[in-house]
């Protein structure tokens, strides 16, 4: 499953999530999501985490957070990318931009991960 990908960063972080997908099956979710070809991952836009995120939850992107569209609440979103416009309007609306290995590190047991694609 893994061989295919040549990026050694990724490669580790999908071990890791499957390591941790034996507690949580959010990240086991996550991991079978990133270790699909590229041109899967998703394209998310802010407006779409506007409409689906909750206050007390955490929003993983399996892919790219791209900045169309408006954002009022403050999440805390990790995604493998992020745009800068996306970055400065979740910031602007007090929000939290994370890479994947650092949420999994805030949040082992992946209560409240919502995955958004």
């Known amino acids: 499953m893994l061989k295919r990908k040549s990026n050694p960063n990724l490669v580790t972080l999908i071990e890791e999530l499957i390591k941790a997908g034996k507690n949580a099956a ?3 979710d996550l991991a079978e999501r990133l270790a699909k070809p590229r041109k899967l991952y998703a394209s998310v836009n802010v407006s779409k985490i506007e409409r689906y995120a909750k206050a007390d939850e955490f929003v993983v992107v399996p892919g790219k957070v791209l ?3 408006n954002i009022s609440k403050s999440v805390k979103v990790a995604a493998l990318s992020f745009s800068e416009t996306a970055k400065e309007k979740i910031k602007a609306a007090g929000g939290e931009c994370l890479n994947i290995s650092e949420l999994l590190k805030m949040n082992p047991s992946g209560s409240n991960v919502r995955i958004i694609t």
């Open 26 to 28: 959010v990240w086991k």
């Open 67 to 69: 900045g169309s569209g």
